[in-house]
């Protein structure tokens, strides 16, 4: 006799919903016309399994990516049939699939394991057609979890099946936050001993019986003197589900991170007075920066220091970063960032210079700093040039424009050749810094706009990128009096 399958246990979503997806994905393989509307129902049952929970919470968890992934595949499937048949707009399926990744990964950031995030990566790589195989292949060998039948329980006899069952549902709370009516970012950056409405929202399908407190607390391996975040509480609504719950409560940081520490990390989980099992979805992982200039100054000017919390986080994406020379090159960066802010308040660059004159000057003042000193390297020769000026391996190439005010588009001209440089290195970051000495007719403009990051990939667009910081100095300037609005 074969064993019986309970519809709602996860033996039958990994028997017979995982197999409808893994054909539907290998329908997309094979090119179908009809594999975007399979995946579309695949994801679509994976999700309502989802919703009727699982016996653990992890389990739900795991599908609940899982149909996420399949989902992207849906819109990617429908992108390579769009471009193949010459549609107009076919990118807005590709746009939808990106769209759909950021926003798993909001929700889901710090449980998207292996081989989840290589997926979803994948996803966000995708560039042309050709990519989207590969998309499906590395979803197809996505593990689940094994999972065995549920063995029944012994129940009262005044209790029916059916009241059982919905007492053993899990419940699922969605939240999201906002501080000062503003959604709650990733690396939301916070002010030191202010108090910030800190807003939740919390949506129910259902409140169970006999339940009449709904809380939810925060969790943080943070030092406890570190913050104060609220504990937030709900009495029973009235009427019947959905629900939807709204609380306003103080948050306080009280310690600033230094400059290369990751940013504050903390968690809620909703719970009712009994020990009854809640899973919390949505938005609940919330990750605060808070870097104050004035007490750990890098380049001395606060609006520098502001745009090199910017490019730390911005180089911290692309993977295989390593945090020493990510400080290597934020380091060099600060300093060549307040020489910028520097010029800009004494112009310490006047009338045109020459780029052998530039290199005295720039040498001289990095070796006034601290943090550089002797360790600023001169004419060190690698792949088959002579490099400017080098800091711990990190190549300072630069570079004298005379003829017009020097924009980004100039500096995309220069940067080929400090990559070259920064490859033959065996490191992944480098600098520009371009001194701008042409006629000045208007004003130069804020210091933290000539500070910016680029990002260089190889001849094949794929692989580890090699991150450029970028620094315009700005010199010859016009007197202020002689500036007129046009």
Known sequence: MKPSIERRGTRFLESQTRIQAREALLAALEGRTDSPDLLLEAARKIRGECECGFPTVNI????????????CTAQLSSWSIAVRSCES??????????????????????????????????????KNVGDVPSVYRAILA?????????????????????QEKESQR???????????????????LLNLDIGYDLEVEIGLFTWPDGEEELRLEPLSVEPSDSYELPIFSFPKPAGTGPFCLKATKRMVLKRANSFMARPLEFSYRARFSSTREISTEGQRHLSVRCFDPRRDPQSGYEQVDLKLVEVRDQARCAPGINDSDLNNLLILMAAVGGIAGQALQDNSFPGTWTEQQFHLELKRLLRLRPTIGSELEEHPHVSGGI????????????????????????????????????????????????????????????????????????????????GIGTVIIRGNLATPSSLKAK
């Open 60 to 71: 739900t968890r795991r599908f609940a990516l899982y149909a996420r992934l399949v989902e």
């Open 387 to 466: 490099t400017d000026l080098s800091f711990r391996h990190v190549r300072l190439e630069l570079k004298v424009v005379h003829s017009h005010y020097v924009t980004r588009d100039d500096l995309l001209k220069f940067i080929p050749q400090i990559a070259q440089y920064v490859a033959g290195s065996d490191k992944r970051f480098g600098v520009l810094c371009v001194l701008d000495t042409s006629e000045k007719n208007a004003l130069p403009g804020i210091v933290a706009d000539d500070v910016s990051y680029e990002a260089v990939s190889g001849p094949s667009g794929r692989g580890l990128p090699i």
């Open 89 to 126: 707009d076919a990118d807005r399926y590709l746009r939808g699939a990106k769209v759909l990744v950021q926003d798993t990964f909001e929700a889901f950031e710090t449980e998207l394991e292996e081989p989840f995030a290589g997926c979803f990566t994948l996803i966000e790589n995708v």
């Open 170 to 188: 899990i419940v699922v709370a969605f939240t999201s936050f906002s501080v000062n009516d503003q959604p709650f970012q990733k690396g939301h």
């Open 142 to 162: 996505v593990p689940l979890p094994v999972s065995y039948p549920v063995p029944p329980r012994s129940r009262p006899r005044a209790v029916s099946h059916k």
